[in-house]
């Protein structure tokens, strides 16, 4: 089933603009419902118990001074959504209409990594932004880990999600059956598929020629190609096979090492977060 609902969290930290004419280029390949989220603490929640050593006058007019920056920068980047909508045939509207892309926007106070997870548990897909520093936010960390909802992993600046050819990075394990389950509806879309699997797949998994058969009964076909033994890592060795064939979006599952250190990300997924430059649907 396509994607209805696709949810992204949008904050005023640079490349906005890139990010949502991106989200909405995703709406319209489905014509699917983009709800945006703006969520975030007011400034005087923040720092009020940090500014406790000024005078109370001063204080309130420093909060005042943060509070209406926070304030212009949500009404700027508001209008940008809006007219983005427009110069992008995407119809603003809290409900979807048939056969039309649509998209809302949607202002939260709270921590926006908890109100993404817990929003995205009534989306089908979640669209996060590839982070500066190429670490895991705690925004991607609870949408991946928390939601029940594939993330799909977006290039900074990235301006148009056209998907023609796709990758598999493919292990048979549950995280990477349930990441090619979610991502039927772009499989079916795209021209080639490829399945990168190593040479040996553990006994208690579905192979990669199982994958292949799996996604032939849903009218997907898929070519199976190994994966260079002489990579550095496995990441590497999927970047550099999707580069190889020109792919331009991967799936493959999300890993986290124990719960009890969950901000620990597996060696694949840390990978795509410092290095892909292409999207990346992942699920856990």
Known sequence: MDPKIILMPVYSRGNEIERLRGALSLARHFNAHLK????????????????????ANLREQVISIMDDEANQN?????????????????????????????????????????????????????????????????TFEEAIL????????????????????????????????KAVRQALPFLKRASGVIIGAGPDTPSDRPT????????????????????DEKAASTGAALLNLATGQSCDLLVTGAYAHTRLRHRLLGGVTSHMLKHAEIPVLMAH
Request: a negative charge; charged letters at 20%; proline letters at 4%.
């Open 36 to 55: 945006v989220i703006f969520a975030q603490s007011k400034p005087s929640d923040l720092l009020g118990t940090e500014l406790s050593a000024l005078s």
């Open 74 to 138: 949500r009404g700027e980047l508001r209008e940008n959504f809006e007219q983005l909508c427009n110069e992008n045939d995407v119809v603003v509207s809290v409900k979807p209409e048939d056969g039309l892309p649509t998209a809302s926007w949607c202002e939260i106070n709270g921590a926006r990594s908890e109100l993404v997870a817990i929003h995205g548990r009534v989306s089908d897909l979640i669209v996060i932004p590839h982070s500066k520093s190429g670490d895991a936010t705690a």
């Open 146 to 177: 928390h939601s029940g909802r594939p993330v799909f992993l977006v290039p900074r600046g990235m301006w148009e999600i056209n998907i023609t050819k796709a990758l598999i990075g493919w292990d048979g394990g549950l995280e990477c059956t």
């Open 208 to 227: 990669a020629r199982d994958a292949a058969d799996y996604l032939a009964y849903h009218g997907v076909s898929a070519e199976i190609q190994l994966l």
